[in-house]
């Protein structure tokens, strides 16, 4: 089993995507328009993640690990510093200009659009720069 | 306000998805993360794996639900690649979006998600009313 669950767990997230709207632009910069006409979708596709994770969150970290792995990779930085601000900006700006985040951005190459495609390596580079500009903190200390 | 069922089923599997993944291979589910770490880390088949399945979950449901294909996004080829390098820069540098903050770092009660969240949304808000405010 170990060796699809990558695969089953990125089907189930793709489908709740897409299914929820949000592989639609509009939807999401609907749903930050709030003093436009507000579109509440996102708010509910929140909701609906957060009643799982907050409950099974815990549940789950109950375990001493994984069911295929040795340990949690959890992130391990717990101040609020300049970085994560900085970032989050950063992020939202982008998010609000196109309507996409990562994961509805790879999920809509479903859809075969250039300008997503252009997005997400876009993306990628932005991710490469930010290593570059030497502001990131490691993958182990996040 | 009535619920929306589609959006709230939606977020249901994408909980679900993130808490099976931290169940199995003790991961987050952070896209972000997971799309970096698929080039750079050696760790690679799961997260190859999972980027697979995003985009076959997405074709899925639109195959077997008649779902209609969202319209392409309204945007010039250079505001895309604007926007892509604002979010891919800003989710390294905050360590990541809303999957990885959003739904698994709330999830988890932690107090830097929380605060992301909170500003990449507003961060988002504020964009969207400028542009709306100079472009619209």
Same mark, same amino acid.
């Given at each position: 089993? $170990?060796?699809?669950?990558?695969?089953?767990?990125?089907?189930?997230?793709?489908?709740?995507?897409?299914?929820?709207?949000?592989?639609?632009?509009?939807? @999401?910069?609907?749903?930050?328009?709030?003093?436009?006409? #507000?579109? *509440?979708?996102?708010?509910?596709?929140?909701?609906?993640?957060?009643?799982?994770?907050?409950?099974?969150?815990?549940?789950?970290?109950?375990?001493?690990? *994984?069911?295929?792995?040795?340990?949690?990779?959890?992130?391990?930085?717990?101040?609020?510093? $300049?970085?994560?601000?900085?970032?989050?900006?950063?992020?939202?700006?982008?998010?609000?200009? #196109?309507?996409?985040?990562?994961? *509805?951005? @790879?999920?809509?190459?479903?859809?075969?659009?250039?300008?997503?495609?252009?997005?997400?390596?876009?993306?990628?580079?932005?991710? #490469?720069?930010?290593?570059?500009?030497?502001?990131?903190?490691?993958?182990?200390?996040? | 306000?009535?619920?929306?069922?589609?959006?709230?089923?939606?977020?249901?599997?994408?909980?679900?998805?993130?808490?099976?993944? %931290?169940?199995?291979?003790?991961?987050?589910?952070?896209?972000?993360?997971?799309?970096?770490?698929? +080039?750079?880390?050696?760790?690679?088949?799961? =997260?190859?794996?999972? &980027?697979?399945?995003?985009?076959?979950?997405?074709?899925? &449901? /639109?195959?077997?639900?008649?779902?209609?294909?969202?319209?392409?996004?309204?945007?010039?080829? !250079? %505001?895309?690649?604007?926007?892509?390098? !604002?979010?891919? +820069?800003?989710?390294? !540098?905050?360590?990541?979006?809303?999957?990885? /903050?959003?739904?698994?770092?709330?999830?988890? =009660?932690?107090?830097?998600?929380?605060?992301?969240?909170?500003?990449?949304?507003?961060?988002?808000?504020?964009?969207?009313? %400028?542009?709306?405010?100079?472009?619209?």
């Amino acid at each position: 089993m $170990r060796g699809i669950t990558g695969l089953l767990t990125g089907l189930l997230f793709g489908a709740g995507l897409a299914l929820s709207g949000m592989t639609d632009t509009a939807k @999401v910069i609907g749903f930050l328009n709030v003093f436009g006409g #507000w579109d *509440p979708d996102l708010m509910w596709v929140m909701s609906g993640a957060l009643v799982v994770t907050l409950i099974g969150t815990p549940l789950v970290l109950s375990k001493t690990k *994984p069911m295929f792995d040795a340990a949690f990779s959890l992130p391990l930085a717990t101040t609020v510093d $300049r970085r994560l601000v900085a970032g989050a900006v950063l992020f939202g700006m982008g998010w609000g200009l #196109w309507g996409y985040c990562p994961g *509805p951005a @790879v999920a809509a190459l479903a859809y075969g659009d250039i300008s997503t495609v252009v997005f997400c390596i876009a993306m990628l580079v932005g991710m #490469w720069l930010a290593g570059k500009s030497g502001l990131t903190i490691s993958r182990l200390q996040q | 306000m009535t619920i929306a069922l589609s959006p709230l089923s939606g977020g249901l599997l994408i909980g679900l998805s993130s808490m099976l993944l %931290l169940l199995t291979l003790g991961r987050i589910a952070g896209v972000s993360g997971i799309v970096w770490g698929a +080039f750079t880390d050696p760790d690679r088949s799961w =997260r190859l794996q999972f &980027i697979i399945g995003l985009i076959a979950g997405t074709a899925a &449901i /639109h195959a077997f639900t008649g779902k209609p294909l969202p319209p392409a996004a309204d945007g010039s080829i !250079l %505001l895309a690649v604007g926007a892509g390098l !604002l979010v891919g +820069f800003g989710t390294r !540098l905050g360590s990541g979006c809303t999957s990885g /903050h959003g739904v698994c770092g709330i999830g988890r =009660r932690s107090v830097r998600s929380i605060v992301a969240t909170l500003v990449f949304i507003a961060a988002g808000v504020a964009t969207v009313a %400028l542009t709306m405010y100079f472009g619209g």
